[in-house]
């Protein structure tokens, strides 16, 4: 059950790192690994791929060392996917990590203000 849950983190963190600048698979596999998760090539390419598929990232290869290597860089809609996921994991995070920000009871517990949803950034619609 943890491991799909995981992989979910993991693209919000490769989404994260191809906004920033060009990464390529083994310095994602290192600096996950910083984070404590082991994402072999098996697991790292096929999400890549995927997230190159869905158009929230492009690739482009360069030689290194007389061998090519694919650079991922996140395309506008990798860029308001990204944002997107941000939003909801501060919110999420501000319900569930203990100490985060003190909200009193939810939705769940007789809650009867305005949802905390409805605090999202300009330009971002839906969930």
């Known amino acids: 059950m943890l491991r799909p849950l995981l992989l979910g983190f993991v693209r919000i963190h490769i989404l994260h790192h191809a906004v920033e600048g060009p990464v390529y698979g083994v310095a994602l596999m290192a ?7 082991r994402i072999g090539p098996g697991t790292l390419y096929p ?35 990204l944002a997107r996921a941000q939003a909801q ?23 009867t203000t305005k949802p905390r949803g409805s605090r999202r950034p300009s330009g971002i619609r839906g969930r």
């Open 31 to 37: 600096e996950l690994s910083r984070h404590g998760y």
């Open 47 to 81: 999400i890549l791929h995927s997230l190159e598929t869905q158009g929230f990232l492009r690739q482009d290869g360069q030689v290194v060392n007389g061998k090519v290597r694919k650079y991922y860089r996140a395309t506008k809609s990798g860029e308001k996917l």
């Open 89 to 111: 994991l501060r919110e999420l995070v501000d319900e569930v990590l203990p100490g985060t920000t003190p909200k009193g009871p939810g939705a769940l517990h007789g809650r």
